[in-house]
């Protein structure tokens, strides 16, 4: 028939990843990586400084709006001597001498420590037993709360008169400097 050469087709053999192929897969793994991470340590792994932080955000909004809804004088004491923060109407008591609202006081973590109260035209407090009012009339005494941890890490919550939130500083912020 033909002289034509015929070409015989060779199936190809299985050679796997070249070394490039690899290097790209690996660096865009380590780019997610590099990326997840501070997002999983924040979501997933909750520290004390961020669920006090949270519990005395919630307690300002909480203690404003009964407050108002009230019509009393509230309160967010911080007591230094035994490591706790309470809030409740002021000079609330039961028969057994505790704050109605207070049989729940928040127990600060061994290595959390609230340095100091700072109210607004005052000093700075840090012991005893201080407390930051909140009014019938929305108004609330401004403060500043500083917290450390054992690593020293410091947060300063700041508390606004007239706004229905609180300003967190990830360093300790004195309100006259603020």
Known sequence: MSDLPVRVRRKPSP???????LIVVIAIFGIAFFAAIPRFRDAFLVDDM???????MAQVR???EKAVALQQVRSLTFDFENGRIGAAGRHESSDNGEDEDRSRWLDLPGNLTVLDVELAGKAVLSSGVVE???????YVQRAAIHLRNEENDEVTLIIEPF?????MQNRYVRLETE
């Open 15 to 21: 050679r796997g990843f070249t070394l490039i192929e």
């Open 50 to 56: 961020g669920r006090t932080s949270r519990w005395i």
């Open 62 to 64: 909480i203690q404003r």
């Open 132 to 138: 930051v009012l909140f009014f019938p009339s929305g």
């Open 163 to 167: 706004l229905a939130r609180v300003r």
